[in-house]
């Protein structure tokens, strides 16, 4: 049973610095795309950042790129998202995610099949 638990969501004021943990457990970590979503009141889902074990390959939104930084700790099979100079519109809730397959690119939403719980980020001005 695949089971993805996140951790490390927070306030902080513009300029910040968060980091987020993923968990995983219950499959063959190195064979799955571990993502980062985020969902903002009254928006879709969007992928934030994407890494795949097995190569450490890693992928990132354009609004993300060169402040959040993805990364592994495959002997604990956990995710982070380590987030640098927030901005007030990264305030959202972030999931962690996987999908059974390898990594294509920024992550979208169909394409993972679990998802954590949810953690929420919020940047003050």
């Known amino acids: 049973q695949v089971q993805l638990v996140e951790s490390g969501g927070g306030s902080v004021q513009a300029g910040g610095s968060l980091r987020l943990s993923c968990a995983a457990s219950?499959?063959?970590?190195?064979?799955?795309?571990m993502a980062w979503f985020r969902q903002a009141p009254g928006k879709e889902r969007e992928g934030v950042a994407a890494?795949?074990?097995?190569?450490?390959?890693?992928y990132y939104a354009d609004s993300v790129k060169g402040r959040f930084t993805i990364s592994q700790d495959n002997t604990r099979n956990t995710v982070y998202l380590l987030m640098n100079s927030l901005k007030p519109e990264d305030t959202a809730m972030y999931y962690c995610?996987?999908?059974?397959?390898?990594?294509?690119?920024?992550?979208?939403?169909?394409?993972?099949?679990?998802w954590g719980q949810g953690t929420q980020v919020t940047v003050s001005q």
């Open positions: 995610a996987a999908a059974a397959s390898y990594c294509a690119g920024v992550p979208t939403r169909f394409r993972f099949n679990y």
């Open positions: 219950g499959y063959t970590y190195n064979s799955y795309c």
């Open positions: 890494l795949y074990p097995g190569t450490g390959s890693t």
